[in-house]
């Protein structure tokens, strides 16, 4: 991720967060190439509850961008729920439906209630050997532009969002089909689920946002020593033998 090498970036991160990575996908490296996986940055409470993500690289003014919004939607938030727990989450998804309306001229409905992810036939995503590993958490409906944002300004954001490469076209509730770049579809995400705790929100930003698989897998080197000779036809070198 090309902000993660900004100055302007590593100051304010350290101003205002604990930095920590972990890898949720797997990937192969073949003749020193990287195939296949993604990233996605999550701003956190202390506790590990989700307050925004950055699905995908982004540059630095983006970067920033988005995490002064959430410096500055908590202290909105604690101010305006008196640091309490309930009316804090539901204000934080108010806040993303709003940035998606402020933002791309599209209107949802903030969910007040978390979806039981334990109840009996819930859907996972699931790992190759089909253990589950995180819940399917469906995006609230969208409910069609705002009618305030004016026609030609939806239109030029609509074709910014369809030019991304990770954009999906996404239904509303009145038939019409809107495109919606990555970050857009996370403040729609999180206009629902906001404040739940990170185990649960990954596998969704990560399959669902991004196109991604997560896995348990470690990463998958395809001849690491292309010099020697049984690395030259592109097969994974074979395990040693053992005595």
């Keep these: 991720m090309s902000a993660l090498a900004d ?13 920590s ?16 996986g993604n990233v996605a940055t ?8 989700v307050l925004h993500v950055i ?6 003014e983006q970067f920033l961008t988005e995490a002064r919004w959430v410096v500055t939607s908590v202290r909105r938030g604690l ?4 640091k309490t727990g309930k009316p804090f ?18 209107l ?5 209630f978390d979806v039981d992810t334990e109840a009996p036939g819930a859907l ?7 253990r589950p590993l995180a819940p399917v958490l469906l995006p609230p409906p969208l409910h069609g532009p705002d009618v305030t944002f004016g026609q030609d300004l939806l239109q030029q954001r609509q074709a910014r969002e369809a030019a991304h490469p990770l954009a999906q076209i996404v239904p509303g509730i009145d038939g019409r089909r809107w495109a919606l770049g990555p970050l857009a579809q996370a403040h729609q995400l999180l206009a629902a689920h906001a404040l739940q705790p990170i185990e649960k929100l990954y596998g969704t930003v990560f399959e669902r946002i991004l196109g991604e698989k997560i896995s348990t897998k470690p990463v998958e080197i395809v001849t690491p020593f292309p010099w020697r000779p049984e690395g030259k036809r592109g097969q994974p070198l074979p395990l040693p033998a053992r005595p």
């Design 7 to 19: 100055r302007r970036v590593g100051e304010f991160v350290n101003q205002y967060f604990v930095s």
């Design 21 to 36: 990575f972990q890898k949720v996908g797997t990937f192969r490296i073949v003749a020193g190439q990287k195939q296949g």
């Design 42 to 49: 999550y701003f956190c409470a202390a506790d590990g509850r």
């Design 55 to 60: 699905p995908g690289p982004v540059g630095a």
């Design 79 to 82: 101010e305006e729920s008196k």
């Design 89 to 106: 989450k539901v204000l934080f998804r108010e806040y993303h439906a709003e940035r998606l309306r402020q933002q791309y001229g599209l």
């Design 108 to 112: 949802v409905e903030p969910a007040r």
């Design 124 to 130: 996972s995503y699931r790992d190759p050997t089909g």
